[in-house]
């Protein structure tokens, strides 16, 4: 039997390869946008791929369906939904395929979007009974999807669908099953999901807290309370998916840019420089008006939530080795317009002679003593609500990273602020966006919140 | 948190990386012999190997636990047994181990051995109660770990413990508790292993067949019936495992021989040559000697029944390219004496005048026609003796593979023999092994069983 | 400074990127069709492409030239020609090109075409003087390029070319300058060509032989005299590479087919099985009509020379990891209509039932001793007019490989026949040619003349 | 014929594998330590390596000769001396060597060292007559051996033998021969290599300078004047080499090491930690009394005149996946002694709530800015004193970088002083040094000279 998982992190999306390995099958289930990992996990299992499976219509990323449609020749099967605007098959509930000695059945489990379907499997040596359920959005190992996505007033009739979806499907398929979800710890699909990549019934169905809630009404409460932000992009792959994603093709080849290339590039209009270097390399030396995402697990998250797909971006990267990763995750959300990238990154920048301007790097122990000493130091929490109510710096200032692009803000320009998140990572991305709009005394804390709880210091939740 | 599967095809052996990537810290549990491959999942997840586990004293391959630790640092860690002739932590039945945010519970699970232990592990994320079990070779997806290979008169002793571990200890987990167990489907470890490689324990409490059967003794007849012959290498193997394999280091570098040097070692005593390409060119040419064991999922384990450690080895390969997968595959079996390979394999034999035989090649069709008219032809099953009984080809003799070597042969050495087995495999190297002792007129049989029934003939158990 | 080199080997290609690294600007010199490894080389060294130059209209494999300017932008430039169907920069003798502190300079070298230029280079820290010429198809280590491919009585002009070529510009270069040609040993593009990948003007001007000529039609007798043949593909590649080739984009995915739908696909019309396993394993057991080209060095070249692209192509492989290298190699001539390839090989189609075909193998021992005994066999030697000619086995008749496909043979379809060339490459082509044909009772000669000659035995020259 | 060329960036080292791939046999020339990329090569092409040629003893890296003899079997060839201190062939001036078609003849070169041979090939289809020279460190592309570096008042003996060495061998061999040297531009074994890697005699004697310097005496006083300053580590080589350096076996394991484990290891007597990553990361963040040597091709040559071999090492990378980089560049040049790298690098220690310290990047225009308005800001340039001499910022002090470890300052520690080199990456390791010898106030100048210049400020020779 063929099962392969297929991690893309940062977006925390795990996509499957589910195969009669004897007889030659498989199909894919939610793949991303770079399909090429697919091909390769077929042909090196002397499979073909007959069916690729959409759970539901993807808000996070960009579906790699059709792209994958378009060079393997397999059908896609969705969930029933007038939203499709492009030719699938609209599996019914029940409906079942065979896949060799497998037999997948979907199951309607509406609940984190309408069409949402799971499926369960049956069959293989030693297996006859069901033995696994790909659930989609639906169930994660210790969460449930979120029904609040779709917006639009559609809340409330999706997280009482879900209710039923759990309790009178998910949970009736037996306590034996594994569960194979389409997403894993960090992915906003969920509240908060656990670290592992899969479950079983049985313990979800045992353990996760929102599932001990027999009332239907407080259920939905509870599933809609105290939801993080959904990122501003998400209405955007929404459409993307629904309407059906072009198919591509190869990679874009992209060029190096030479500095003086890359200094007229930046001056076109609509043009972003993404700085992809580690933050305390940005804090070194950056070039002025870039914002640092910087290339980790976050990035295609943080990517979604801070540039626009009609921008033009111009890359600085940490080496040339680089730019495949960072395409890929751009691909994935999405943004395709990249010009090219900064030959030799920032030393190629600064040998030139270019100027550069620096981030300063406030550590934990020195924005404590400035802190204590009274020093008029502004301090910004660019963290999620969530977060800032869980505990925050005493005296801090609080917006959310992706306001800072637009709000007014409340601090004057020559005003020294130091920013900070729970890492450092997103207080990076803020302080970029500050200095950007001009800020001129605009600081970063590396390591934020957990820097200062490793260092000892106390936390408040005082004005949360 | 970090959880990779390593399988080593062939061995249907499975062995993982368990880990709390937050804290940087991983245990491995069962390696085999050439262990890089861990040291570069616990490398690319900033972590560091704290303990490697062994569930057991293997039988099948040679554990790469002190390799491990040698070239680690970690500390090793197996059940409790006075037969460990190396330096371990011996770790008492409900002792447990900090992972990080994780727990593992070591249980005593005797059954396949005296000294199994099984895994039991919670924490992380949303995880808090017990999710996994490692169950080494104590159960399995389908199928129950073998009682009798230890032999010696411990099988009885061993199903009654195997009856306890699976009743008493692992079914009173929970059902939702995930299964990860030592071996996948092929391995002789267990009767009939299920072709997926996990599952749950309500899965196989539910489910297995031998798990339904409630009576002590009727548990104990079972599981001792009908098994497949134990592999002549395996005493060999737990040997080595309960002293300690030799800490190897790197890879030996072996070099091309070109056919005057290859002739000439080939010559000398206690030398055979291992032709690892596929039947059909080994059918096509082969040096006079040569044993085929094709270079494909089973050649570790039939390298094991026909090879011996003490003999200097000469290989014949498709491409120089093989060497390093044929060279790992018999280290894990603690075959260690290759001396060299044949530059430009074949192709470099002939071209250089050298003498070569070739095993002609019937198809089943063939072979149909020639039983039907009476050719005379002699025919030989040369498969395990389940398989001979579960139906055979009318007027087949069956002698077991491995017997070929030294039994006597009901045949002369001069009259027409068609060697078959399940798929060709097995067959070639039956056949190899008779044209060495000399018979003159022996062909395989290429696709045997499979291409007898794919092309619509009858089998019979006459005879069985 | 850039200077790699890139080996299609089979076509005994050579291609070059040469660049500016410090300026970051490289230049590809005739690029192969398959061209993500120039991308990829100055990807790697920061480098973009500012130019493709073509020394000419090449004949032997499909110019990567249009595909590479698709994908990054650069310029095409070639010598100047009517024949050229498609926009390129057309280069006067003399012209400069400047490459940060490199210079091209454009030198008209007629000889092997019309249209051909060979580019001068100085430049680089040290290197102020000329110090290396990209010569293309006119000067070779140890050869010079062929007149006569381009066929229609163009043989006699384009042999006095190629004197004045070479006396009159290469050989006044400098004996210190070196030369990097566009093919190596093996190709067809040369009569003879040297095994070393470069060589200078002072070697090839004191030691080639048809160098020593100083006699303007003495040289155009011999360069003209005792050619190999030129291969029957070349003008098909010609004509492609005048209009230019197609832009291809990414390489096709191409499935598995189990035995039956592979079974099915050969029955359609036009089609034709390429069977690229080693001759023994092809000898052993192929699918009846198989043309066995085996995936070697010699692969594109007898490819081209087999195989029409109008033709739909069904592959067997050693191993689906194969398939990659043979698609490259294919693409490489032109050949594009693959439609995909045997799922686990002859192995799969054996067990499925399927009937197949063996060619027996006969060894040289086996073939002197028929021979001398007076058997009847009838040998048929398949090699070029050359080879016959400079010495074959007494009693063989002779015609090429390619002319067996539709000449009158000299053998009934019943008779023996055994078929050798040089090393038993080619003899599997034709003998599974003349299977094809009907052919019931030939074999082939693995090891050919090398290997009757590594026995020790005769060769005549005799009615050759 | 097989001729590959391994590079080894950093050292400027040019390696290579020469064989006769149609008789299987090749030889490796100044071998690297980290020798696995020559048997991949060798086995790749079915070559076993006969003998490994030691040009002479190497004084920029380790030899990998015994490495490579310990794994392959080969025989070590070097030339006459009573230097070695371990087993070897001692080549006689003249002696011939067969090596398959090929003929490598020795030629005594001394002049580098003493010891130093050539090798003299011919042989080859269409090669008969000498066609490629290796000359070690004799001559290079555009530049002779320095005769310098073994010191103790050799210099003029060896500098008289090296312009015998060029004149009365190497120019005899004509002008049509290629070299293959053993650098490529940037190694201080020769005063200015160009940037080819390959050349000609006749290139070479027609073109460089020195070549081109007929009085023996003017030779001498030439090649021996204006050396770059011989590194502090060669002595040290060149003892190891010597006596022959100690066989590895494979490379070392290393764990990364959490922040508390990191710190307390840093503690530790005789330790360093080496921050590898960019200057600007670094200048962003770092732990106090790093040494920042960027991994980059100057990485090895700066750890050579930087780290002692007796040091315990601490690793601060830019990412784990750099390691195996890091440790090959530090064992090429015998340095071996690494305890682990830190987890996470930067970010690992600045999350644990570790102190950090920063090392502020000023701009050539800041720094112009300051300068110009007598902020009484010092500037230290920590070139060589060739290039200080070139011309440098007005007002500046020099004082090389190694000497900065040791010598006393002429700046009080709370000064300000700004450091600068040619490109920035060497101020960055004399401030990084400045700091741990508690300078507070030191800054970087990224760009450096390149920066200053490409901004068009002026540079002088003054109190040069």
């Given at each position: 039997?063929?099962l392969?998982?297929?991690?893309?992190?940062?977006?925390?999306?795990?996509?499957?390869?589910?195969g009669?390995?004897?007889?030659?099958?498989?199909?894919?289930i939610?793949?991303?946008?770079?399909?090429?990992?697919?091909l390769?996990?077929?042909?090196?299992?002397?499979?073909?791929?007959?069916?690729?499976?959409?759970?539901?219509?993807?808000?996070?990323?960009?579906?790699?369906?059709?792209?994958?449609?378009?060079q393997?020749?397999?059908?896609?099967?969705?969930?029933?939904?007038?939203?499709?605007?492009?030719e699938?098959?609209?599996?019914?509930?029940?409906?079942?395929f065979?896949?060799?000695?497998?037999?997948?059945k979907?199951?309607?489990?509406?609940?984190?979007?309408?069409?949402?379907?799971?499926?369960?499997?049956?069959?293989?040596?030693?297996?006859?009974?069901?033995?696994?359920?790909f659930?989609?959005?639906?169930?994660?190992?210790?969460?449930?999807?979120?029904?609040?996505?779709?917006?639009?007033?559609?809340e409330?009739?999706?997280?009482?669908?879900l209710?039923?979806?759990?309790?009178?499907?998910?949970?009736?398929?037996?306590?034996e099953v594994?569960?194979?979800?389409?997403?894993?710890s960090?992915?906003?699909?969920?509240?908060?999901?656990?670290?592992?990549?899969?479950?079983?019934?049985?313990?979800?169905?045992?353990?996760?807290?929102k599932?001990?809630?027999?009332?239907?009404?407080?259920?939905?409460?509870?599933?809609?309370?105290?939801?993080?932000?959904?990122?501003l992009?998400?209405?955007?792959?929404?459409?993307?998916?629904?309407?059906?994603?072009?198919?591509?093709?190869?990679m874009?080849?992209l060029?190096?840019?030479?500095?003086?290339?890359?200094?007229?590039?930046?001056?076109?209009?609509?043009?972003?420089?993404?700085?992809?270097?580690?933050?305390e390399?940005?804090?070194?030396?950056?070039?002025?008006?870039?914002?640092?995402?910087?290339?980790?697990?976050e990035?295609?998250?943080?990517?979604?939530?801070?540039?626009?797909?009609?921008?033009?971006?111009?890359?600085?990267?940490?080496?040339?080795?680089?730019?495949?990763?960072?395409?890929r995750?751009?691909?994935?959300?999405?943004?395709?317009?990249?010009?090219?990238?900064?030959?030799?990154g920032?030393?190629?920048?600064?040998?030139?002679?270019?100027?550069?301007e620096?981030?300063?790097?406030?550590?934990v122990?020195?924005?404590?003593?400035?802190?204590?000493?009274?020093?008029?130091?502004?301090?910004?929490?660019?963290?999620?609500?969530?977060?800032?109510?869980?505990?925050?710096?005493?005296?801090?200032?609080?917006?959310?990273?992706?306001?800072?692009?637009?709000?007014?803000?409340?601090?004057a320009?020559?005003?020294?602020?130091?920013?900070?998140?729970g890492?450092?990572?997103?207080?990076?991305?803020?302080?970029?966006?500050?200095?950007?709009?001009?800020?001129?005394?605009?600081?970063?804390?590396?390591?934020?919140?957990?820097?200062?709880?490793g260092?000892g210091?106390?936390?408040t939740?005082?004005?949360?």
């Amino acid at each position: 039997m063929l099962l392969e998982t297929v991690e893309s992190k940062g977006l925390a999306h795990l996509s499957y390869v589910l195969g009669d390995d004897n007889q030659g099958m498989c199909i894919v289930i939610d793949p991303r946008r770079d399909v090429s990992i697919y091909l390769d996990i077929a042909r090196r299992n002397n499979c073909r791929i007959t069916h690729i499976f959409e759970t539901h219509i993807h808000a996070d990323f960009v579906s790699g369906a059709r792209e994958l449609a378009a060079q393997s020749g397999a059908q896609i099967v969705g969930g029933v939904s007038d939203a499709y605007g492009f030719e699938l098959h609209q599996a019914q509930d029940g409906e079942t395929f065979s896949l060799g000695q497998l037999t997948i059945k979907v199951l309607a489990t509406p609940g984190h979007t309408p069409e949402h379907i799971s499926l369960l499997v049956s069959g293989g040596k030693g297996s006859h009974k069901p033995w696994a359920v790909f659930t989609g959005d639906t169930l994660f190992a210790g969460e449930v999807g979120r029904p609040d996505l779709l917006g639009a007033g559609s809340e409330q009739a999706l997280a009482r669908s879900l209710f039923h979806s759990l309790h009178d499907v998910l949970f009736q398929l037996g306590d034996e099953v594994e569960i194979y979800p389409a997403h894993g710890s960090g992915s906003p699909c969920g509240g908060s999901i656990g670290d592992r990549l899969t479950s079983t019934i049985g313990y979800e169905r045992l353990n996760l807290p929102k599932a001990q809630i027999k009332d239907e009404d407080e259920f939905m409460s509870t599933v809609l309370a105290d939801l993080p932000p959904a990122p501003l992009y998400y209405p955007r792959m929404k459409k993307i998916n629904a309407q059906g994603a072009t198919v591509l093709g190869c990679m874009r080849n992209l060029p190096p840019l030479d500095a003086d290339r890359f200094d007229e590039a930046r001056r076109e209009g609509n043009t972003q420089i993404v700085d992809t270097r580690e933050i305390e390399a940005f804090g070194g030396a950056h070039i002025s008006g870039a914002l640092n995402i910087a290339l980790r697990e976050e990035f295609p998250v943080w990517s979604g939530w801070m540039l626009r797909p009609d921008q033009k971006l111009l890359l600085v990267l940490t080496d040339e080795g680089d730019l495949d990763a960072v395409q890929r995750h751009l691909l994935r959300i999405g943004i395709e317009n990249v010009v090219g990238f900064l030959r030799h990154g920032m030393r190629g920048w600064i040998e030139a002679g270019k100027p550069f301007e620096t981030l300063p790097q406030t550590s934990v122990h020195t924005l404590k003593r400035q802190l204590d000493s009274g020093s008029g130091l502004k301090v910004l929490d660019v963290r999620q609500d969530g977060e800032w109510k869980a505990g925050h710096i005493q005296g801090a200032t609080h917006i959310f990273v992706p306001e800072l692009v637009e709000a007014p803000l409340p601090f004057a320009a020559d005003e020294p602020v130091a920013v900070y998140c729970g890492s450092g990572y997103r207080a990076s991305i803020a302080a970029s966006v500050l200095q950007a709009r001009g800020f001129q005394n605009v600081s970063t804390v590396p390591g934020s919140i957990k820097a200062w709880k490793g260092a000892g210091y106390e936390l408040t939740k005082d004005g949360a």
